[in-house]
């Protein structure tokens, strides 16, 4: 199995099935597409066009050739294959909640996303806290995420939002990286959660890989013009 992924300090999408791979211990390989532009004749694309419809990453190709280019459709196609790994929660009730709460990501909170772009090494606090103070939609998607994960954990016990690491915390992962590098503030509870996903063996060799990196991509830096 093949997984396409841009760079690893930007790419959040490529984030999400990476992570899970890597953390449930499911064999893959690696293939890095750097990002050096999104127009049609960039490196990045003439890359990937023969092998998605969308021509971005991630994308996950199967040994059989299977092509899966969507992070949603990739959880779901891993954790049908790998069912004694319970990607998933086993739990029927907790497995559609955590579906709920993914397909909510995936779908939404697109004010955080557009303001607070994912940078794993950059620290950015004056950055988060302007955005806070004078862009609405990032405080009210913040404000849903905090609500969604007190309830899960509060339902579930933590440490994870379903118990034990699952979809739905390597789904997350990026947007914890996010509020990491904005300093956006999150109630204790939800703290301690986020230092269990940042410490989790998957994240946590994302994370080294992407400061490790040494890129610095102008169209990915909206707040900065160097390092």
């Known amino acids: 199995m093949q997984l396409y992924i841009g760079n690893k300090n930007y790419s959040s999408w490529s984030m999400r099935p990476w992570v899970l791979l890597r953390q449930f211990g499911i ?44 992070t949603l459709a ?5 954790a049908e294959r790998h ?10 009730r907790r497995r559609a909640r955590a579906r709920s709460l993914c397909a909510e990501m995936h779908s939404g909170f697109t004010g955080l996303r557009s303001a607070c772009p994912m940078n794993i090494e950059a620290s950015l606090p004056e950055i988060g806290a302007l955005v806070l103070a004078e862009q609405a939609a990032v405080q009210a998607d913040l404000d849903r995420l905090v609500a969604m994960w007190s309830e899960a954990l509060v339902d579930n016990g933590g440490p994870f939002l379903f118990g034990t690491f699952t979809i739905a915390d390597a ?53 900065r013009s160097g390092r």
């Open 171 to 223: 789904y997350f992962a990026p947007v914890v990286a996010r509020l990491r590098t904005y300093a956006l503030p999150v109630p204790p509870r939800v703290a301690e959660w986020m230092a269990q996903v940042w410490a989790a063996p998957g994240v946590a060799a994302w994370v080294a890989e992407a400061l490790a990196e040494q890129d610095f991509l102008d169209f990915e830096e909206p707040y």
């Open 27 to 70: 064999p893959f390989d690696e293939v890095m597409v750097r990002f050096d532009s999104f127009d049609a004749g960039s490196v990045f694309k003439t890359t990937l066009a023969s092998l998605s419809p969308t021509g971005k990453v991630p994308l996950l190709v199967d040994d059989d050739g299977l092509v899966v280019w969507d």
């Open 83 to 92: 069912p004694e790994r319970a990607l998933w929660p086993r739990d029927a």
């Open 74 to 78: 990739m959880a779901e196609y891993l």
